[in-house]
T-cell receptor
Framework: EAGVAQSPRYKIIEKRQSVAFWCNPI?????LYWYQQILGQGPKLLIQ????????DSQLPKDRFSAERLKGVDSTLKIQPAKLEDSAVYLC???????????FGPGTRLLVL | GNSVTQMEGPVTLSEEAFLTINCTYT??????LFWYVQYPGEGLQLLLK?????DKGSNKGFEATYRKETTSFHLEKGSVQVSDSAVYFC???????????FGGGTRLMVKP
């Protein structure tokens, strides 16, 4: 079974530029999560989707971050404009219907200069 | 509020040493508990889990027992290997919609 796919794996941008990350969850997994992991810390949830609807986006900085999951499968997370403090690893995870266990992708490492 | 707390690292051990990484949680009821491992440059991988009190999760020689009396889920391994060097995260779905709350992570370094 293929795991959660993410791209790109690495991205370097300058502050005030925009960037987008892509995630393809495990087939059949209805729930999709985006986490931000700052160096030396545990992951922090940014947004959770159930199919194509948002379940929780309370910790998403909505003035600069946006995410969508239009067809209930792939998802895109965007940052516009980026700030230095956005440098982190962005992790995507998915879980099956009714399941608690989350399966994580390899992450996208973002460096904002 | 609800939280997960784990011991700070780094933890440095020699190969074949015994490992314990402490994890405690604060929550109402008895949530599921997870240990995830993150190898250098990779995403998180589920290591083991327990879904109810007194359950023991185990995988790859690692074990953790869900102890409701002490609200703990300590990770143990009897004999660590160099390949176990990684960051270990304790987590629990303490938020709405099974949102995982993570501990701060514990870096383990195993020397030959």
């Amino acid at each position: 079974e293929a795991g959660v796919a993410q791209s790109p794996r690495y991205k370097i941008i300058e502050k005030r530029q925009s960037v987008a990350f892509w995630c393809n969850p495990i087939s059949g997994h209805a729930t999709l999560y985006w986490y931000q992991q700052i160096l030396g810390q545990g992951p922090k949830l940014l947004i959770q989707f159930q199919n194509n609807g948002v379940v929780d986006d309370s910790q998403l900085p909505k003035d600069r971050f946006s995410a969508e999951r239009l067809k209930g499968v792939d998802s895109t997370l965007k940052i516009q404009p980026a700030k230095l403090e956005d440098s982190a690893v962005y992790l995507c995870a998915s879980s099956p219907p009714g399941g608690e266990t989350q399966y994580f992708g390899p992450g996208t490492r973002l460096l904002v200069l | 509020g609800n939280s997960v707390t784990q011991m700070e690292g780094p933890v440095t051990l020699s190969e074949e040493a015994f490992l314990t990484i402490n994890c405690t949680y604060t929550a109402t009821g008895y949530p599921s508990l997870f240990w995830y491992v993150q190898y250098p440059g990779e995403g998180l991988q589920l290591l083991l889990k327990a879904t109810k009190a007194d359950d023991k999760g185990s995988n790859k020689g690692f074990e953790a027992t869900y102890r409701k009396e002490t609200t703990s889920f300590h990770l143990e391994k009897g004999s660590v290997q160099v390949s176990d060097s990684a960051v270990y995260f304790c987590a629990s779905p303490l938020g709405a919609g099974n949102m995982l709350t993570f501990g701060g992570g514990t870096r383990l370094m195993v020397k030959p």
